[in-house]
């Protein structure tokens, strides 16, 4: 089957009322076919045959017109509306990320060929899906549709972005807004990326055929950086805080960092509560925030964001902390919207210029604050820290900024709450009135490619179900979940200090058993 036809001549293009006029020339007028076809510029042979299928009655309009101009299409195996129908179903399945992949939708036009007992190719059925050619034909007459490679996200992110959350997190933000009345310079979005010694290099100029080209990186594995960074409505930025992986932390580290940036160290180069608290103190003194002034902090749930340390600091001066659902910052997070993405890009771009700047030399980890105070400043422009605040909705606020599509993903793990079966109520068993049973049996097709009618029909939701989650269990142990609150509120700061007053004293029970089974054991022995 040819994919891409090109046409080599005008034959059977010739327009239905000049072939009508042609042939009323030859049945009435008594003319020849040879003079007439040269005078309308139609093949011979096309107006012969035209003449000898049309009848007087169709000439003199006694009767519709039955007779077609020009080539009959090839006929295809489902009807423009059920392929309508098919391109929905698989927009739907890429919204909710469980796209079908090309065999999969092969196997599926088989599924639904075979159901509604529409005539298929005998490679179908041997193949028992559908060929190549009339998958590419279908991709051709929908071009809205397109052979894409999705991007890995977790259950978490996907499920965790719904419309109870989002609107659990505007309404806490609308709360403080009221509450403050803060102006967009006061309003600062804070969070964590990491940087590594070694790069993801960018594309290069190469020659063509070689299926390898190799680029330097320092190593094999990097080191792990760990960078704070703060941005406000208005697009400024606050120097940027590091923690390095090592157990202390030394001024030369951050030599050659940003003008104003503060480190700490950690052997994991991961945030903790202690560095938080310091990152709030160097927030502190770049805003100049206090408790008659106070400043808005939004950022993730984090376990080192919510130290009792920090937030009494926090809430000393005047800095109110309001968290992000969980699983969500990609999404209503500044930052994480329009700023780390170009940040990464430029110190891929900055640490491939040291390394051919440097040659032999291995990067290091007292090397990165360098290539972050060259990279930094070209991401955090006022133009897209601005634009991540616009399209989070968060400033100007626009609760509304999401669309319906946003919150698809979260369909699988929509469902009710589990109801007791405490609360229910027998009802006795009512006759119904008797119906016919479905029974499996070949569906009705209309005339040509027409959509295939019958009473069991499927449609192609009701062949492949969309995936849906079970219900939720009823009882059992319920894992404690972080949600969007305004951490610096008294009864939210009063409950966290609790939850961290327990999880100390089970921790050291724990301890105080594991030490007296020890001792136990070294007794006996």
């Given at each position: 089957?040819?994919?891409?036809?090109?046409?080599?001549t005008?034959?059977g293009?010739?327009?239905?009322?000049?072939?009508?006029e042609?042939?009323?020339?030859?049945?009435?007028?008594?003319?020849?076919?040879?003079?007439?076809?040269?005078?309308?510029?139609?093949?011979?042979?096309?107006?012969?045959?035209y003449?000898?299928?049309?009848?007087q009655?169709?000439i003199?309009?006694?009767?519709?017109?039955?007779?077609?101009v020009?080539?009959?299409r090839?006929?295809q195996?489902?009807?423009?509306?059920?392929e309508?129908?098919?391109?929905?179903?698989l927009?739907?399945?890429?919204?909710?990320?469980f796209?079908?992949?090309?065999?999969?939708?092969k196997?599926?036009a088989?599924?639904?060929?075979?159901?509604?007992n529409?005539?298929v190719?005998?490679?179908w059925?041997?193949l028992?899906?559908?060929?190549c050619?009339c998958?590419?034909?279908?991709?051709?007459?929908?071009?809205?549709?397109?052979?894409?490679?999705?991007e890995?996200?977790?259950?978490?992110?996907?499920?965790?972005?719904?419309?109870?959350?989002?609107?659990a997190f505007f309404?806490?933000l609308?709360?403080?807004?009221?509450?403050?009345?803060?102006p967009?310079?006061?309003?600062?979005?804070?969070?964590?990326?990491?940087?590594?010694?070694?790069?993801?290099?960018?594309?290069?100029?190469?020659?063509?055929?070689?299926?390898?080209?190799?680029?330097i990186?320092?190593a094999e594995?990097?080191?792990?950086?760990?960078?704070?960074?703060?941005?406000?409505?208005?697009?400024?930025?606050?120097?940027?805080?590091f923690?390095?992986p090592?157990?202390?932390?030394?001024d030369?580290f951050?030599?050659?960092?940003?003008?104003?940036?503060?480190?700490?160290?950690?052997?994991?180069?991961?945030?903790?509560?202690e560095?938080?608290?310091?990152?709030?103190k160097?927030?502190?003194?770049n805003?100049?925030?206090?408790?008659?002034?106070?400043?808005?902090?939004?950022?993730?749930?984090h376990?080192?964001?919510?130290?009792?340390?920090?937030?009494?600091?926090?809430?000393?001066?005047g800095?109110?902390?309001?968290?992000?659902?969980?699983?969500?910052?990609?999404?209503?997070?500044?930052?994480?919207?329009t700023?780390?993405g170009?940040?990464?890009?430029?110190?891929?771009?900055a640490?491939?210029?040291?390394?051919?700047?440097?040659?032999?030399?291995?990067?290091?980890?007292?090397?990165?604050?360098?290539?972050v105070?060259?990279?930094?400043?070209?991401a955090?422009t006022?133009?897209?820290?601005q634009?991540?605040?616009?399209?989070?909705?968060?400033?100007?606020?626009?609760r509304?900024?999401f669309?319906?599509?946003?919150?698809?993903?979260?369909y699988?793990?929509?469902?009710?709450?589990?109801?007791?079966?405490?609360?229910?109520?027998?009802?006795p068993?009512?006759?119904?009135?008797?119906?016919?049973?479905?029974?499996?049996?070949?569906?009705?097709?209309?005339?040509?490619?027409?959509?295939?009618?019958?009473?069991?029909?499927?449609?192609?939701?009701?062949?492949?179900?969309?995936?849906?989650?079970?219900?939720r269990k009823?009882?059992?142990?319920v894992?404690?979940?972080?949600k969007?609150?305004?951490?610096?509120?008294?009864?939210?700061?009063?409950?966290?200090?609790?939850?961290?007053?327990?999880?100390?004293?089970?921790?050291?029970?724990?301890?105080?058993?594991?030490?007296?089974?020890?001792?136990i054991?070294?007794?006996?022995?």
């Amino acid at each position: 089957m040819v994919r891409k036809y090109l046409r080599t001549t005008e034959r059977g293009k010739t327009p239905a009322q000049i072939m009508l006029e042609a042939a009323r020339q030859v049945k009435t007028q008594n003319r020849s076919i040879r003079s007439t076809a040269k005078e309308f510029i139609i093949p011979l042979s096309t107006l012969s045959r035209y003449c000898h299928k049309i009848s007087q009655d169709e000439i003199e309009g006694k009767k519709e017109l039955g007779v077609a101009v020009g080539y009959i299409r090839n006929r295809q195996i489902f009807s423009p509306d059920f392929e309508e129908e098919l391109v929905k179903y698989l927009f739907k399945s890429a919204n909710i990320y469980f796209g079908l992949s090309p065999r999969e939708v092969k196997k599926l036009a088989f599924q639904l060929a075979v159901s509604h007992n529409i005539k298929v190719p005998e490679t179908w059925s041997k193949l028992q899906q559908a060929g190549c050619d009339c998958f590419t034909a279908f991709l051709k007459r929908h071009p809205s549709l397109s052979i894409r490679k999705p991007e890995a996200t977790s259950l978490a992110r996907a499920t965790s972005f719904n419309k109870e959350n989002v609107k659990a997190f505007f309404n806490n933000l609308e709360t403080v807004m009221q509450r403050h009345r803060f102006p967009p310079g006061d309003i600062w979005n804070m969070d964590e990326t990491g940087v590594t010694t070694v790069q993801k290099p960018n594309r290069v100029i190469a020659r063509w055929g070689f299926k390898q080209i190799g680029s330097i990186t320092s190593a094999e594995q990097g080191s792990l950086i760990t960078l704070a960074c703060a941005v406000s409505a208005t697009g400024n930025s606050l120097p940027p805080y590091f923690v390095f992986p090592r157990v202390n932390f030394r001024d030369h580290f951050i030599l050659n960092g940003p003008t104003g940036c503060k480190g700490g160290a950690n052997p994991s180069g991961w945030m903790k509560e202690e560095h938080f608290v310091e990152f709030l103190k160097h927030f502190v003194e770049n805003t100049k925030c206090t408790k008659e002034k106070p400043c808005l902090l939004l950022l993730d749930n984090h376990e080192s964001h919510l130290s009792v340390s920090g937030l009494n600091y926090a809430k000393e001066n005047g800095v109110v902390m309001l968290s992000f659902p969980p699983h969500c910052s990609h999404r209503l997070q500044p930052l994480d919207r329009t700023v780390y993405g170009p940040l990464k890009r430029h110190v891929n771009t900055a640490c491939d210029s040291w390394m051919l700047n440097n040659p032999g030399k291995t990067m290091s980890i007292y090397d990165v604050p360098g290539i972050v105070a060259t990279a930094y400043p070209l991401a955090a422009t006022p133009n897209n820290i601005q634009s991540g605040f616009r399209v989070t909705g968060i400033s100007p606020y626009n609760r509304d900024v999401f669309p319906e599509d946003a919150f698809a993903p979260s369909y699988v793990t929509d469902r009710p709450n589990p109801v007791p079966t405490a609360n229910l109520v027998a009802v006795p068993d009512e006759p119904h009135p008797a119906t016919d049973n479905a029974v499996p049996g070949p569906s009705g097709v209309s005339a040509g490619t027409g959509r295939p009618t019958g009473r069991h029909s499927l449609t192609p939701e009701e062949l492949r179900p969309f995936p849906k989650a079970g219900p939720r269990k009823v009882g059992g142990a319920v894992r404690r979940k972080r949600k969007t609150a305004i951490l610096t509120d008294t009864p939210v700061k009063r409950q966290l200090e609790e939850q961290k007053a327990a999880t100390k004293k089970r921790l050291f029970k724990k301890k105080q058993e594991a030490t007296s089974e020890s001792s136990i054991q070294s007794s006996c022995s």
